[in-house]
């Protein structure tokens, strides 16, 4: 089968599914209104808003919800059986499903950041148009490095249970100051949009830590994916 092929019932999963739907328009409208509030009291800002409200919980709580609708509920192994009993590879089938994960979830992420970012922005920040795409590029490969890192939780334990355990490793982690928090995609989204670098990566270098992240999880994922 081709990936197109196989990406077809963990994106319909991540349609279908309420929980997924409910933690997108949940998360942004509470973030959107924490924005409006602070903006009311004439203390909204781009970066107070993006590292206050949207990193810590924003991004990586819908991402975790996005990664579990696409799994169907399960840990990987057991979400691709349904391709593999028409005899399709598990492991290609846990790589597209993954695929999916981290699409839905840079898009998602990508379009919440957007909407905090239009409203939080006051004179003193940067060009509207400026921020807005360093933002959603940011959002968006912080989204998918945050997704591929929960897929491979997935993959871990009879029931996926490790996507939990890597939810709560990529927050006390991202809190350490130590080379610790150079291998959670948290630490680097946040040097991304603005915030502190990791120990002492330039941005450019966290993009790319970024990118091996979500290379790395996905790949350790389907590799994990044996039947």
Do not use: K
């Not at 399709?88 to 840079?106: D, E, K, Y």
């Not at 989204?143 to 009879?158: C, E, M, N, Q, R």
């Not at 982690?173 to 603005?194: D, E, K, M, N």
């Not at 502190?196 to 970024?210: F, G, I, K, M, Q």
């Amino acid at each position: 089968m081709s990936t197109l092929a196989l990406a077809r019932l963990p994106a319909a999963r991540l349609v279908r599914t309420r929980g997924a739907a409910v933690a997108l328009v949940g998360w942004t409208v509470l973030a959107l209104g924490m924005t409006l509030l602070a903006r009311h009291e004439n203390t909204s800002s781009v970066d107070g808003v993006l590292l206050g409200v949207y990193l810590p919980f924003v991004l990586p709580l819908m991402t975790y919800a996005i990664v579990g609708a696409a799994l169907g509920g399960s840990g990987i192994t057991t979400a691709v059986r349904p391709l593999v009993r028409f005899g399709a590879s598990p492991r290609a089938s846990a790589l597209a499903t993954g695929l999916v994960a981290a699409l839905g979830s840079a898009v998602a992420c990508a379009l919440t950041a957007a909407v905090l970012v239009a409203a939080a922005h006051n004179p003193l920040d940067p060009p509207l148009g400026q921020d807005l795409a360093l933002t959603v590029y940011a959002a968006a490969l912080g989204g998918a490095a945050h997704a591929a890192f929960f897929v491979l939780g997935s993959a871990i334990g009879t029931r996926g249970g490790g996507r939990s355990a890597m939810l709560v490793i990529n927050w006390v982690c991202g809190a350490s100051p130590s080379w610790i928090s150079a291998f959670v995609p948290y630490t680097h989204t946040r040097s991304l949009l603005g915030g502190l670098p990791v120990v002492t990566l330039s941005e450019n270098a966290s993009a790319w830590s970024l990118a091996a992240i979500i290379a790395v999880g996905l790949g350790l994922s389907a590799l994990r994916v044996r039947r």
